[in-house]
């Protein structure tokens, strides 16, 4: 049910782009993506609620393919201040109430 | 934005006691608020789901009787760690969720190292 993440980790320099991927075997309310810096608490990025949607936050935007159940999280032209731990949460109703599983996440560093 | 606050930030107890972590919703209504553990470079595990005035839906494989949580009021749950164990050692998170339904984000708190001896 924890949605696969890839890659597991990625190192970049400074100003190259990369991709992250989420998918999940199970149907999908929506995807909500997190980066959590190390010994800090996970910091929101974004949700996507429908099929299709992309959403943006300054470099970083989003995708969602409901019908495939895959999340991709693009960053483009990345800053040292991206680096950290992405992970995807994939949102599904789960006897009756609304519950969010995270991904075991994506390491990124970015390097000068 | 939305401020999630815990308390303590840091704890260590001694193997038997018993542990209390704070979550609070700062600035908002939270009528759900989630409880998750990490272990170091893991995901985060969702350990159960609290509603306001309702008994919490824990997780298969986490033990009710062991992490009691308790949503008094719309900013307030609690999780209290009894009988700790080394075992029990780990980062502790709480996020708050400002209504229920599709799509709405959880603000998390900075969470709780607890350190059982």
């Known amino acids: 049910q924890q949605p696969v993440q890839s890659p597991q980790a990625v190192i970049l320099r400074e100003g190259e782009d990369a991709v992250i991927n989420c998918s999940s075997s199970?149907?999908?309310?929506?995807v909500h993506w997190y980066r959590q810096k190390h010994g800090e608490a996970p910091v929101f990025l974004m949700i996507?609620?429908?099929?299709?949607e992309q959403k943006g936050h300054e470099k970083i935007s989003a995708s969602f393919n409901e019908k495939k159940q895959q999340s991709s999280l693009y960053l483009t032209a990345s800053q040292l201040s991206y680096s950290g731990t992405y992970f995807c949460?994939?949102?599904?109703?789960?006897?009756?109430?609304?519950?969010?599983?995270f991904g075991i996440g994506t390491k990124l560093q970015v390097i000068p | 934005g939305a401020v999630v606050s815990q308390h303590p930030s840091r704890v260590i107890c001694k193997s038997g006691t018993s542990v209390k972590i704070e979550c609070r919703s700062l600035?908002?209504?939270?009528?759900?608020m989630f409880w998750y553990r990490q272990f170091p470079k893991k995901s985060l595990m969702l350990m159960a789901t609290?509603?306001?005035?309702?008994?919490?839906?824990?997780e298969q494989g986490v033990e009710k009787d062991k992490f009691l949580i308790n949503h008094a009021s719309l900013t307030l749950s609690t999780l209290t760690v009894t009988s700790a164990h080394p075992e029990d050692s780990s980062f502790y998170i709480c996020?708050?969720?400002?209504?229920?339904?599709?799509?709405?984000?959880?603000?998390f708190g900075p969470g709780t190292r607890l350190t059982v001896t």
């Open positions: 949460g994939t949102e599904r109703n789960a006897g009756g109430y609304q519950k969010v599983t």
């Open positions: 996020s708050a969720r400002a209504d229920e339904g599709k799509g709405y984000e959880q603000y």
């Open positions: 600035d908002f209504q939270a009528t759900t």
């Open positions: 996507l609620l429908k099929g299709g």
């Open positions: 609290s509603n306001e005035g309702s008994k919490a839906t824990y």
């Open positions: 199970k149907a999908l309310y929506s």
